[in-house]
């Protein structure tokens, strides 16, 4: 066969696969099964027709194919993941959190990252189960301390848990992609260096250097894309400003990896800010599209990276080391034990009024799946025992992929840390936040305000198009609008689906209105109370 | 510098060059200049930016590297969206109703092309006048430059607002022959390199290339139903993420599929567009269908941006193999050929049809726009015989000039032809209304469709592949449609003499509604931005007292309607723009217009004045369908004191 034909070959398999995950996830939906999230359902069915192919002797031609190698992952599938988390990321939440986030990011990775790592170089050179290159082990150490809890989000917003522990959760796994693969670009760069104190010292120089320039890159991207937004008139062509936002995200990208950067780093702060300005300056409908657009790709290529992780099972040639499976595995779990205790009795000294309790730590702590991003770091990895890694990775993935989340419903309602109506954070204006909010915000956005786009009402404390399992009660509702006669029962559902724990169909309102709420606080905000004040004025003149 | 990093280098200054192209063809669209349009300035920014490429940084022979892995990704990941959006986005009615005409130039026409240039150039070179190419060689060039280009002219089409028989033979023409051009080319490339052409290759190659039409037509198709079938027998409207990828996911399939199979992808995606849109669209929730239209059209469109830009940026990056005789006679054989087949072709066409003939200042636009675009250069890149250098750089030239060229001189030659529409059409001029109206509206309710395709279709087909909700939509449209249709048959003859008696004197009475719209168009024209505001504000108070008379005697009578309307809304849903089309196409034309009435953003106002006069009769008619709806002007007036205050 042709090259162009493996090509064809491939996509096929993989829309249909696909097709099939897409197909069988809805039923799943549709049931009340919450013991097993469609990342599982995704790679189970990647192992399945991977089994087939093996049985059919293709496994030889589907990896030949793996054309899918690890740039298809580094630039088709991983930054459309990235940017829709930052794109989306729930902020006034976020920013609530900050110190705990990013102390669970920051710290929390690296913690991880060096205690794996460091342990597994001991368990190599002590003993004789299994012989790694120093390099590999910090390697492996920083792989697999991205967490990826998309399952565990899914049903923590369809439970209800606390907004707090769940903006910690999500903002841990956002940020600590982007710290883990910096931490993974860094060692390969120094791949050929001996490993010593200096080296350590040198990469985590490196680590920092690349995680601010990307940082800054990223931002100031950003900043352009809303700048030119403001000021070219091209309110009337959804079209061009959902181009020029997707367009400047991309440049970020190859921007930031032209220059020796991180592009998934650029990536997500582009996505992070540009939600903070650009979005301000969109018009409706493109503040829609542009949400939804950044989901679909996220979406499916998740929904590609979870297959490609299946079909690696059987497809792939694999180098099973059970020590090594067994030792990496328990050095995980301790690892975030390490991680999240010490962390978060720091975070507790810290910030008074942010307490996270023992139980919250626990959940913080069971919520460390591995997932999509561990895997594509792992996929083609240019070292000697690459495919070591590469098992030894996928095989935690499914692991606490099918352990963890089906436990998490389990685990969440045991601890009870759901919440009925949580409360709506606002954020002091003092500070740097002042600051922004005087001098930059108004330089590069239209503010206007508008009383209607802070109604509580209209709060929701979790991302507003995650797709979520639907809860037992609603599933029944929904079944009936099978039947056209009884619309009256659908339009009941709608106004039901306004409670802010069932986004199912999710009102605009909210979509348009989560940005705005982030930023103000409706009490102390004195420079709200002057445009307001000029808005009366104007309306009564 | 290593593969990857030049990689990511190229692809930087391809997302720069997108952005900047955008920016200035919204700007140039915004100052209203036409003789270039964003496929052109696309290009242009591309041999720029080569041009700088080579010969002041000296790159240029890196980036020939650099270009040579894009086949595939043209066809994996570009070609398929394009021409997804335009199967998904063709509007259906008008082009079923050219369609004898469309088939017969798609499939005829770029047969016929092919051969003429492929003939003529075999000619020359047999002869000694080009360089020597074998056979296979020229009609392989024959068959990738008789596929033109939908892109470059159809947007210029629909920014003018082109009759729309004549925009519905150039789309649909050019959307076909791409897939044709492309089943020829691959027909043509499964032959030896050195095969001589003889009656029995000829016979093989089109028996080989009507296999593989018709196999990918039924993937295509097959998909689309299967995909209807999916959507209607599952619940998936409460993901509405999950039912567009999905959608997404299916259309590729087809497209993958056919392609493993040795078929046309591009004919299996085409049709599979068609049939998605037909049915599949309408079984799919509110919220999904919008994703899914608007990221088609999206996608497609940086798709299109992309490929010509790369079109541009590959013009220096080749070296020393530009053949300009060959060029040249290329060019000519292009215009000769699509000549040749465009009048015996209407002349058979007009033999055949009673009504609906295709007029000589059709015929000369429809030759006139035969661009040549990205297919064709894609194709190109594709020849791997000893002179595919050649012939893909003179493709590219090819490419080049007609975009430039003849796409420069459409818009004047549309005004010289007076070829703007008669019939009120449904995209608003407008290109951006393009997501949302394209195909799917149908207003021309004059001639009822009578074919039995399409009466096999309504009795059968939909009710087998769509939604319940969808059928009793058709049936109460149906029923509206004959209302229009009664009330337009009585009212047709004395209105429509009317109205060209009006354009030549511009002086428009015909209902106190319209009056309004009319005069705004006039002075569009003619006045100062003072006086604008001036007449305006007058016309405004003149209206309200009027309005608000109205509206009194009427308050009970809309009442009841707007609770009507409201639960219709419900039931139906976005995807009924059809239905809701009557119902608020004024109260539409009006949030429309009316943000441009902040009289500080006055050149907003250049921008609709076209709009207004394409869409003039449209309203107008409307307006005289609806009489009852008197009130929507009041919203516009309310929108108007807001700003004012």
Known sequence: MSEEKFGHWGLLLFFFCCLVAMILIHFLRRSKITYFHETGLNSLIGIIVGVFIKHCGGSEEIREFSGFKREIFMILLLPHIIFESGYNLKKRNFFKNIVSILLFAILGTLITAFFVGGFLIIFSHKTSIFNLSTIECLLFGSIISATDPVSVLAIFQQLGVDPDLYANVFGESVLNDAIAIVLVETFLKFRDHDVTAVFIFKSLGVFFGVFLGSFGIGALNAMISAFLIKHIKVRDFPIIETSILFLFAWCTYFLCEDLGLSGIAGILFCGIVQAHYSYLNLSEKSKELTKNLAHLLSFMSESFVFIYLGLAVFCFEHDFHVGIIFVAFFLCLISRFFNIAPLSWINNKIKKNHQISAKKQFVLWFSGLRGAVSFALSVDLPTPHGPVILTTTLIIVLITIFLFGGLTTIVVKKLDVQVENPPIPYMKNKGLLKLERKYIKPFLTHRKYDPAKYDPANYSPYPSNLEVPLLDSQNDKEEKIENPNEIELENSNENQNQNPNEIELENQNENQNENQNENENQNQNEIENQIENQNENQNIN | ?645
Not at chain 2, 462 to 484: A, N, V, W
């Open chain 2, 1 to 645: 510098m290593d593969e990857s990093t030049l990689e990511s280098l190229g692809l930087l200054l391809l997302f720069l060059l997108l952005i900047l192209s955008i920016l200035i063809s919204h700007f140039f669209r915004r100052k209203r200049v036409e003789i270039i349009h964003q496929t052109g300035i696309s290009i242009a920014l591309g041999v720029l930016a080569s041009f700088i490429m080579r010969y002041i940084f000296n790159v240029g022979s890196k980036f020939t590297s650099f270009f040579s892995f894009t086949e595939d990704t043209f066809m994996l990941f570009l070609l398929p969206q394009i021409i997804f959006e335009s199967g998904y986005n063709m509007e259906r009615r008008h082009f079923f109703s050219n369609f004898g005409s469309i088939i017969l130039f798609a499939i005829l026409g770029t047969t016929i092309s092919t051969f003429l240039v492929g003939g003529f150039l075999i000619i020359l070179s047999d002869h000694g006048v080009i360089l020597k190419l074998t056979h296979i060689e020229c009609l392989l060039f024959g068959s990738l430059v008789s596929a033109t280009d939908p892109v470059c002219v159809l947007s210029i089409f629909k920014h003018l607002g082109v009759d729309v028989n004549l925009y519905s033979n150039v789309f649909g023409e050019s959307v076909l022959n791409d897939a044709i051009s492309i089943v020829l080319f691959e027909t043509l490339t499964k032959f030896e390199k050195n095969t001589t052409i003889s009656a029995k290759v000829v016979f093989q190659s089109l028996g080989m290339f009507l296999l593989s039409l018709v196999g990918s037509f039924l993937i295509g198709t097959l998909f689309g139903l299967f995909s209807a079938l999916i959507f209607k027998h599952t619940l998936f409207h409460i993901h509405p993420m999950m039912e567009s990828a999905l959608f997404f996911s299916l259309a590729w399939c087809s497209y993958m599929l056919s392609a493993f199979l040795n078929l046309s992808g591009i004919a299996a995606i085409l049709f599979c567009g068609i049939f998605m849109a037909h049915y599949t669209i309408h079984n799919i929730g509110e919220r999904s269908q919008k994703i899914t239209k608007e990221a088609i059209y999206l996608i497609a469109y940086l798709s299109e941006s992309i490929v010509f830009l790369y079109l541009g940026l590959a013009v220096f990056s080749f070296n020393e193999s530009y053949n300009l005789p060959l060029i040249g006679f290329a060019i000519l054989a292009c215009l000769f050929s699509r000549a040749l087949n465009i009048y015996p072709i209407s002349a058979i066409v007009n033999l055949w049809r009673k009504y609906n003939k295709i007029f000589q200042s059709h015929q000369f636009m429809i030759w006139f726009s035969g661009l040549r675009g990205a297919v064709a250069f894609i194709l190109s890149i594709r020849i791997d015989t000893d002179n595919g250098k050649e012939l893909m750089t003179t493709t590219l030239m090819v490419v080049v000039f007609t975009v430039i060229f003849l796409g420069g001189f459409t818009p004047l030659l549309v005004k010289k032809l007076k070829l703007e529409r008669e019939c009120p059409d449904t995209s608003h001029g407008a290109e951006h209304n393009h997501s949302t109206s394209g195909g799917q509206i149908v207003d021309d309710c004059s001639r009822p469709m009578n074919n039995p395709f399409v009466k096999l279709d309504k009795k059968y087909f939909i009710p087998f592949f769509t939604k319940k909700k969808y059928q009793e939509y058709l049936k109460s449209q149906e029923i509206e449609m004959e209302d229009l249709r009664k009330t337009k048959s009585k009212k047709d003859l004395e209105e429509e003499v009317d109205f060209k008696e009006i354009e030549q004197t511009n002086n428009l009475t015909v209902d106190s509604q319209t009056n309004f719209l009319q005069n705004i168009g006039m002075y569009l024209g003619d006045l100062d931005e003072i006086e604008l505001e001036n007449q305006i504000e007058n016309q405004y108070q003149k209206e309200k007292e009027d309005q608000k008379e109205k509206e009194d005697q009427k308050e009970n009578e809309n009442e009841n309607e707007n609770e009507d309307e409201n639960e219709d809304e419900n039931h139906i849903g976005i995807q009924d723009q059809i239905h809701s089309h009557s119902h608020s196409y004024n109260q539409g034309y009006w949030k429309e217009v009316a943000p441009h009435f902040d009289i500080e953003n006055v050149n907003h106002l250049e921008d609709i004045d076209i709009t207004i006069s394409s869409d003039m009769e449209t309203i107008m008619e409307n307006n005289i369908q609806n009489d009852e709806n008197a009130d929507d002007i009041s919203s516009f007036d309310f929108e108007i004191e807001d700003q004012d205050n």
